[in-house]
């Protein structure tokens, strides 16, 4: 029977698992719960290749991924079935048919969001989504260098050396959208772009958190990038505020 191809739209809280991407056994990925769920509903195994590598720690909203099965459950209520056998952390938002050529590796544009809790007190209830940095922060110079991220740069200074690929990468992206807002003590970060390298986003969030703390003036987000060395940037900021929100598909139909 020939194999029909579905498009998957995940939400996931990423606290209990090593990234996306599978891992050897018994490590613990968003990739390979995923799989062995699906597997036991369509009776045969498969591979869920997703759109976007998110890290350990690193939550979704909108992860796309593909599946090709001879399963000719209603889309419906396969995505019903799939979800019965997913922990409570891991939730397929949505399963519809997709073209044969339909590759999750052409993503056209993503978005993350990343959620800083400023204030002494600690966020019992969302401590696992957010990092808490007690001290008050300047939103105003924080979004003078969000915007200066914006457009096409070299982004090899934000980026860390991936352990999965050592090879000579192209480090240039355009960042289509970059700000930061408040409400009350929850400080939001949100970035759109046409790709993120290894350790980006978060390494952004700490770049942009030194001028908060006035550490840095707004200016210095153009000298880091012009230097291309990591060391110029700030810290990596830690996995729990990050949450990829969407990532969309160039063509009518197909995107998030």
Known sequence: MPLVRYKLTLAYDGTAYCGWQRQPDPIPTVQRTVEIAAGQIVNHPVVIAGSSRTD??????????????ECRLAPQRMRLAINSRLPPDILIRELV????DFDVARAWRKRYRYLIWCDRERPLFYRHFVYHHWRKVDLAAMGDACRRLEGEHDFAAFCSRSPADDRVRNTVRTITHCGIHSRGPLVIFSVEGNGFLYHMVRTMVGTVLEVGRA?????????ILE???????GPCAPASGLCLQWIRFAGPGESH
Do not use: L, N
Request: zero cysteines.
């Open 97 to 100: 048919p997709a073209p044969s």
């Open 56 to 69: 350990t720690g690193v939550h979704a909203r909108g992860q796309v991924a593909q599946m090709d099965t």
């Open 215 to 223: 550490r840095w003036k707004p200016e210095q987000i153009t000298r």
């Open 227 to 233: 230097s291309a060395d990591r060391a110029q940037a």
